[in-house]
Every structure is written in structure tokens, then in C-alpha cells.
């Protein structure tokens, strides 16, 4: 395809990306540099809030915080999801099927949902954990005490990691399934053993899948706010994404303070796109479509059998079973007790989510939203990773640079900059602006998901069409967009859940008639009302839940199968 013929919409893209992505961030960066009053924002120029974020002692360890804390995220997610990957993609373990739906359930539940469920739980006094614990221990203990504590940083570490262990898991399982083994089966019949096989050839060929997979992680935990901020609070642990919500929100409020401080996270974004474009520049190396999926040996877990059962189960246990059972409980019950009796038992925050209007309103917006927002991104995403890998000009190559740099502020200070983008317009206020929000909040992930599709499916299988006589669209409708379906499908189902999910900018841009169900929660959860709060949450869930089993038995697609490769199902 030649740069001529694509000209026209690389500049339409570019204009499109700008206005949506990039012109809300220049606000949010103009406004660092203004003079603050308790409400706002004065009309005069001002250094301060600048020279206090990034020469401040306070605001650098809180950005320390964030980092250091979604490293340690990132890497034990990586450890994690990488080591279910390789159990259920390359040995003879049973029920895969079973445990592929159980690892990903976790999908389908925001984190922020998870946390009331681990609140409720391991909190020290009355925690469902603890309780149970100290029941059992009393017979022998006379004051046993509390066993576990989520109020801590380690629970900061440990409820994250829950929740972003799967996207690892998608990344790379999807590409141990897709890739061609015969450089494997050529190392074991060298005399190669399987640890060496999967050190020396199989991990480097998901290197592609795994980086994708760490940067997402990375740049997830880096701008998360609810989890470390409603926990690392309590344990003397802030980040800088929580300092920039109190800085948003409590009053005498420091906007131009909580602007400088996005341009840090936006900074860091830049650096880790840089080094993951350095880490898979030569990708025909990772070139693992070859027509057939899996169909080698598995390798045999013998004696290790065991292990492998008991990190599975481990995992399902603390994602799955006991956050959604925990959930379920606290919708059910009246007030927050660590022992479940018919007295405090009730259905009554169902019936008055059903009843409300506010709770329809929301629920109709939340969908809408979703849906719109997957069509966009994964179209948008499809185009634009598309001219950056086949015709990489300068102009393409940059509008894809531009589509990612959005997820490296934080989706409370994006909201900032919506807020000051069209405050003076007629879109102030409506579901167009959240709507405005979510496509530059996930619009990084269609590209990053399309890109690790399309690095998988080599250019000269579009080359061979173009020769005999297809046209570059041609070429793009029968055979890249047939072969990397499972990716797009990939982009719009994961763009979908995270905009039910949504929560940072939708906080800040929502009206009485644009309100989400994640915005309700929260709420609710912060005036105190936990159990309708957990209802709300409980529902969330279940959408969820069957959005992706009805869009996986629309289209035929499994999550598992499409984020690591562009093959078929």
C-alpha cells in the first residue's frame, strides 16, 4: 500500500485522534500553569503548582509510590499469569476448557467491586475470613485475633494483582495457542528439556504477547486511584494518582496541582511506549502464524502434577469464589456483620435498584456507552496499528505514538481536561462527553491488542494478494481482516468491559441524566451504604457476565484465543 493511497485518511485520522485524545491533555497541561483559588482556577499565570509537582519532595515520593507499586503489581502478574499460561497452554493438565473460563472470570468484576468484596472479607474485626477463623481457633486459642488484614500494603499488592493476572494470562496463552511448535519439537528432539525448550524458544516467541501484556499492567496499576487509595490511605501508603483525585476534589481544591501532577504519569507512559517499540522493532522474529494452532506433545507434569492443581485452584479461590460469594453476601444483608443470620439477611437493595429511576437511567447509559465505545475503538484501532506496521511514513508511525499517549494520564485528570474542553458547549454535562472520554481512555488498548494481532500475521500474505491483482483493500477486507478477526473481536469485547467498569473520568463528567453504574457505587460505597453499594456491584457483574457470553456466542470467539494471535477460533 503506498503512502500516497493512504494519505488522505492518515491526515483524517490524525485530525480525529488530536481533537478526541491529545486536545483534552493540552488542557489539562495549560492549566498547571495557572494561579489557584479555592474553587478553581484564577485568570493569571503561574509557576507554583508546577515548581511544587516536580521539584516538591511530597509529590515526587508519591509518584515513587505509584511506580514502585505497579512494578511489584506488574511483576508478580507476570509471574503469575505467565505460569497459568504455560500450565494451560502447553501441558497435558485436564478440564482446560474449565479453568480457561475460571482464570478470566475475574474480567468481569471491576476492582473496585473486588475491593468491597476483600473489605468485607479481611477486615480485621468483621471480616467473613476472620470470623470464620476465629470461631474454629477459639476452641483452642482464648483470643485468637485477627488472621488476615486487607488494610495493608501487601493488600494493596494482593487485590490489584488479582484482577490484572488475567490480562497476562489472555496475552500469552493466546499466543502459546496460535504459535507454530516446530521449532520446539526440533529442540526436544536435540535433546533439549523442557525448562531449556520453554526459556530458549517459547517464551522468547510470546515476547511480543508478554511486553504487551507488562506495559498494559504496568500502565493500569501505575493510574490506579480507588484500590491503593482507599486502602493505602488507611495504611499510610499514598500514590499519586490518589493525591491527584484529593487535589481534584477536596475543597480548597488544587487544580493546577493535580494537572502538573498528570504530566508526570504522562511522562513515564512516553518513556514505556518507547521501550516496548525497542523490545519488538524486529518483529518478524515473532511471526508465529503458520495455518495451525498447537499440535505438538504436551508437555508432561508427571510429579508436578499436583503443583500445577494447587496454583490453579489458589488462584480461582481468591479471584473467583470467594470475592463473588463475598459480593452476593454483602448485597443480601441490611448492615456489615461478620456472621450471616436470617435477622440481617434482605432483598431489598435489589428491588430498589429495579424501582429507581436513577438506577435505570444509569443502567441504559452504562450499555450505550459500552457498546458505542468497543464499535469505535476497535475500528479506530484496527486502521491505525494497520498503517504503522504496513506503511510505517513518518505521519503514521506518529498517529499511532499519538493513540497510546492518552493512557498515561489518569482517567480522573482526562476528566479535568474534558471538563475544561467543553465546559463552555452545548455537550457539557451529556453522555456525549463521558462518551467523548471513554474512546481516548481505551482507544491505547485497540491499538496495542490490534498491533500484537497484526505483528503475528506476516505482511507477505497481503504481498501475495497485491500480486495477483487484489487492491490494497482488497487485500485488507479478505485476508488481514479475516485473519486477525479473533484480535478485533478481542479489542471490542476487553473495550467493553472496561467501559462498564469505568469509574476515574466518569466521576467527574457525569450529570443527573449521564450518570454509570460504576459512579453509583462509588457513591454509595463512600456515604457508607456498602450492601447496596455491593448490589450495584453484583449487577455490574452479571451485565458483564452476559454481554461477553452472548457477543463470544454472536461471533464464535474466545477471549483466550484472540488476544495473542490473529488466527481463527
Not at 486511584?225 to 500514590?239: H, K, L, R, V
Request: aromatic share 12%.
Amino acid at each position: 500500500m503506498s503512502a500516497r493511497s493512504t494519505s488522505v485518511p492518515s491526515w483524517l485520522l490524525t485530525a480525529l485522534v488530536f481533537g478526541v485524545a491529545i486536545l483534552p491533555l493540552l488542557f489539562v497541561i495549560d492549566a498547571a500553569f495557572y494561579r489557584e483559588t479555592r474553587v478553581g482556577l484564577a485568570t493569571d499565570r503561574s509557576w507554583v503548582a508546577v515548581i511544587d509537582v516536580f521539584t516538591g519532595a511530597d509529590y515526587l515520593r508519591y509518584l515513587r509510590n505509584a511506580l514502585g507499586l505497579a512494578g511489584i503489581v506488574t511483576a508478580v502478574s507476570l509471574v503469575v499469569g505467565v505460569g497459568i499460561a504455560l500450565i494451560l497452554g502447553r501441558s497435558d493438565i485436564g478440564h482446560k476448557r474449565v479453568w480457561d473460563a475460571l482464570i478470566t472470570l475475574p474480567l468481569y468484576l471491576s476492582p473496585f467491586a473486588g475491593l468491597m468484596a476483600w473489605i468485607a472479607l479481611a477486615s480485621p474485626k468483621t471480616g467473613f475470613i476472620n470470623t470464620i477463623i476465629d470461631a474454629m481457633a477459639a476452641v483452642f486459642i482464648h483470643e485468637p485475633g485477627s488472621i488476615v488484614d486487607i488494610w495493608t500494603f501487601a493488600g494493596v499488592v494482593f487485590v490489584m494483582t488479582l484482577f490484572f493476572c488475567p490480562l497476562v494470562y489472555l496475552f500469552t496463552v493466546g499466543s502459546l495457542r496460535g504459535m507454530n511448535t516446530a521449532l520446539e519439537e526440533a529442540a526436544r528432539i536435540g535433546g533439549a528439556t523442557p525448562l531449556t525448550t520453554i526459556m530458549r524458544i517459547t517464551l522468547p516467541m510470546c515476547l511480543p504477547s508478554i511486553v504487551a501484556s507488562a506495559l498494559l499492567v504496568f500502565i493500569l496499576g501505575a493510574e490506579m486511584y480507588t484500590i491503593p487509595g482507599i486502602i493505602g490511605s488507611n495504611a499510610g501508603f499514598t500514590t499519586l494518582p490518589w493525591r491527584i483525585f484529593e487535589d481534584s476534589t477536596s475543597v480548597p481544591v488544587h487544580r493546577a496541582h493535580a494537572a502538573a501532577a498528570g504530566t508526570l504519569l504522562l511522562l513515564v507512559t512516553v518513556l514505556g511506549v518507547w521501550l516496548q517499540g525497542r523490545a519488538t522493532r524486529v518483529s518478524a522474529k515473532f511471526v508465529t502464524l503458520g495455518g495451525k494452532g498447537f499440535n505438538g506433545r504436551p508437555l508432561r507434569l508427571g510429579r508436578w502434577r499436583w503443583a500445577a492443581w494447587g496454583l490453579l485452584a489458589s488462584y480461582v479461590l481468591a479471584a473467583d469464589i470467594l470475592p463473588f460469594g463475598a459480593l452476593l453476601m454483602s448485597s443480601l444483608m441490611k448492615f456489615s456483620a461478620g456472621t450471616i443470620s436470617a435477622e440481617v439477611l434482605t432483598f431489598k437493595h435489589y428491588l430498589g435498584f429495579f424501582t429507581s429511576e436513577e438506577m435505570q437511567i444509569a443502567l441504559l447509559n452504562t450499555v450505550f456507552l459500552a457498546v458505542v465505545t468497543g464499535v469505535i475503538c476497535m475500528a479506530l484501532g484496527f486502521m491505525i496499528s494497520h498503517m504503522a506496521l504496513r506503511n510505517p511514513t513518518r505521519l503514521n508511525r506518529a498517529l499511532a505514538f499519538l493513540a497510546v499517549l492518552p493512557v498515561a494520564v489518569p482517567g480522573l485528570v482526562y476528566g479535568l481536561g474534558l471538563v475544561w474542553t467543553f465546559l463552555r458547549t452545548p455537550l457539557y454535562g451529556t453522555i456525549w462527553v463521558l462518551l467523548f472520554a471513554y474512546v481516548a481512555k481505551f482507544l491505547p488498548y485497540g491499538v496495542i491488542v490490534s498491533r500484537t494481532g497484526l505483528m503475528q500475521v506476516h505482511p507477505e500474505l497481503a504481498e501475495s494478494a497485491r500480486m495477483c491483482g487484489a487492491t490494497a483493500r482488497t487485500a485488507l477486507a479478505k485476508i488481514t481482516a479475516p485473519l486477525v478477526k479473533s484480535t478485533l473481536a478481542a479489542v471490542l469485547f476487553f473495550v467493553m468491559l472496561n467501559a462498564i467498569k469505568e469509574l476515574s473520568a466518569s466521576v467527574l463528567l457525569y450529570s443527573q441524566d449521564s450518570e454509570v453504574l460504576s459512579v453509583l457505587t462509588w457513591h454509595y460505597m463512600d456515604s457508607g451504604d456498602y450492601q447496596f453499594a455491593a448490589a450495584i456491584g453484583f449487577i455490574q457483574t452479571f451485565i458483564m457476565l452476559a454481554v461477553v457470553f452472548a457477543a463470544q456466542r454472536l461471533f464464535r470467539v474466545r477471549l483466550d484465543r484472540a488476544f495473542g494471535h490473529g488466527g481463527g477460533r
